[in-house]
């Protein structure tokens, strides 16, 4: 049986090249079990349990180069899972006196399991990493444009102004949101170590005096936490992280929505630093970060729901609720990996059109501002009559093409009022300034 090769990324665009891409792929995963093996072995040695030459040759063996991952691959399915093969080349690579040490006490899960923690861990430190450059450079760009007036718009419609600082100061407070929900989840990856069902009995039966004490001697060598129990069926980690992982997708979409609304030709309020190229028309600049940014938040909740439903994992190890998450959860990885590279690629080369905005906001000739004239007439007209007023008026604006400025400058009843501030968009602004301010605080 041939290897036919790993996945690169044909189709995949939006992980294809990214650190995420690297740190997820077959042969990190190859690592990774490779060095929950060998810790466990060096882990058994600092308890008394194996002796410090085991430990020591295991993890000299435990060298990714030496071992085929393609014939890993191809050897999994007799058993299910990858570990199966890996512990009898890693016994012999180790060899004849140090061999039996491998995976000693062991069973396929609980290296699986620790496995698929390094890979989360490495990948998320990744992460978290492209999230601080997108929150950083969203930051300059929230306070560069404080005071930068835009149209604010509901159900796709101008309702009333906002300002651009605010809205990138939101973006960035998702971001910190998907950051601190990250980094949660990062410091908690627990190291899985049971034993054929839980129960930690072969420890014991190799002479552990205190079997419990293992598994957080496991975790200080792996630099992850302690479970409280064995989670072989009590997901919460991969559970855990499948939010995460998809709450960080969709903070991130929402960026590249509001890129891809506020992007096009007939708006040109923003534009990304660096748009992609069409293979039939030369003049196109399309907005690609936003594009593969949008379609990894289309994905990834359907992903993070594969392992939420593995949440029903039967007795002390499920027959395909384990294995449904491993796919998944890697796409998921690498998914949001890639998101968030792009996010920061965005963030840092977003080119913003303060006149493009300024001009938006006249485009319906002062109805955008009817809310603040209805608090400001009121005093002088009557609520009932400067509700009747705006609503002729306004109804005038759109028949006649004449600003609503003009036609309230021939109402007698309005002789006297500063119509220039009551009517100008940029002085409607309310607290957005303030909140920007407010927002920009948050470290």
Known sequence: MTYAGGDTGLLGPGWSGSAAAAATGDTAYLRALLDAEAALTRAQAALGLAPAGAAAAVTEA??????DVGGLAARARAGGNPVIPLVADLTKAAGAEHGPYVHRGATSQDIMDTATM????RTLDLVL????????ALARTAAEHRDTPMPGRTLTQHAVPTTFGLKAAGWRALVLDA????????A???VQLGGAAGTLAAFGAYGAADPVALPEAYARELALAAPLLPWHTLRTPVADLGGCLAFTAGALGKIAAD??????TEIGEVTEGGG?????????????????????ARRAPQLAAVLYGSLVAEDERPAGAWHAEWEPLRDLLRTVGGAARDAAELAEGLRVHPAVMREHLGLTDGLIVSERLSAGLAPVLGRARAKELLTEV????????RSLRELLSEEPELKGLDLDDLTDPARYTGAAGALTDRALERR
């Open 129 to 136: 990493g492209d999230l601080g450059r997108t929150e950083a």
């Open 179 to 186: 950051r601190d929900r990250t980094a949660r989840v990062r």
């Open 259 to 264: 890129v891809l609304t506020l992007s096009r």
């Open 118 to 121: 390094l890979v989360a861990a």
């Open 276 to 296: 992609g190229g069409s293979s039939a028309m030369p003049h196109k600049a399309n907005p690609v970060r936003s594009t593969l940014i949008a379609a990894a």
């Open 394 to 401: 306004a109804s005038r604006t759109r028949t006649e093409h």
């Open 62 to 67: 435990a060298d990714p180069a030496r071992f």
């Open 188 to 190: 908690s990856l627990p």
